[in-house]
């Protein structure tokens, strides 16, 4: 596997470079033992292509879905530089490059993805972001980084709230540039202040730390100060050079049936 080229000038491989894909090794949050957590990374691809049997080029969309408990992530520069290395590769049909994808993602991660290739007309957009409560009138001061202490819980109890911000911003811890992200959260159990949980989540707006860090600092935050008795969080990150991360984590099992759609931004 490469060096990591993020923050660094790489130029773009003419030619199939599997050896370009970078590993991270996974950091792991300290959070509550008695709590299992479940989640999984899911990338969209929007910079695909190869040519076809005969040397034609088609465009694509892929999907490609990640254990959250792989041992390594896959560093995004190095991904869009592995792809854009597929552009003059031939491939009989999209299974084969689907396959192809998925055992050098799996080399690099160390567990075993999900590979999905879509052409434009057939990729499945079902938006689903819209269903969950925007919170983002609320007012928000920003003092410093992360902090847990600004979460709180209500009197009340509530089932299946679905709450979602549009202000989530946090900082490449390599290369300083802002990654923005759709935050949307459901849980059960004791009401969370909608101000308080804003104040919280905008408060790693300057935080240098991962897209999957973030995501699972701020569930484990969230499982140790507010208690819910159930709690999914997904992070939906606007994409850059292509690539867009989603992050999701939950107290119960997530399957690739219940990931969400592109919002208004992506």
Request: charged share 25%; glycine share 8%; hydrophobic share 35%.
């Amino acid at each position: 596997m490469s060096e990591n080229p993020l923050g660094r000038g790489v130029s773009t491989p003419e030619n199939y470079a599997p050896e370009l894909l970078h590993p991270i090794p996974r950091e792991r949050v300290a959070g509550d033992e008695g709590h299992i957590v479940h989640g999984l990374d899911h990338w969209r691809a929007y910079e695909l292509s190869w040519l076809d049997d005969g040397g034609k080029p088609d465009v694509f969309i892929g999907e490609f879905i990640f254990p959250a408990d792989s041992p390594n992530m896959v560093e995004s520069k190095s991904l869009k530089l592995y792809l854009a290395g597929l552009n003059r590769e031939r491939f009989e049909n999209t299974d084969l490059a689907a396959e192809r994808i998925r055992m050098d993602l799996a080399a690099c991660c160390g567990a075993n993805p999900e590979v999905r290739i879509w052409g434009l007309t057939t990729y499945p957009d079902d938006c689903r972001l819209g269903d969950f409560s925007l919170i983002d009138h609320h007012p928000v001061s920003i003092a410093g980084g992360p902090d847990a202490g600004l979460l709180a819980t209500g009197a009340n109890s509530v089932g299946d709230r679905k709450i979602r911000t549009e202000l989530f911003r946090s900082i490449c811890p390599v290369t300083g540039q802002p990654d923005w992200a759709s935050v949307a959260i459901a849980y059960d159990g004791r009401e969370i202040p909608e101000a308080a949980l804003l104040s919280y989540l905008c408060s790693f707006r300057s935080h240098a730390a991962w897209h999957e860090r973030c995501a699972e600092q701020a569930f484990h935050d969230i499982m140790r100060v507010c208690e819910p008795e159930r709690l999914s969080l997904s992070m939906h990150f606007l994409r850059r050079g292509g690539l867009e991360i989603n992050v999701y984590r939950s107290t119960d099992p997530v399957t690739p049936e219940q990931l969400l759609g592109r919002d208004a931004r992506q």
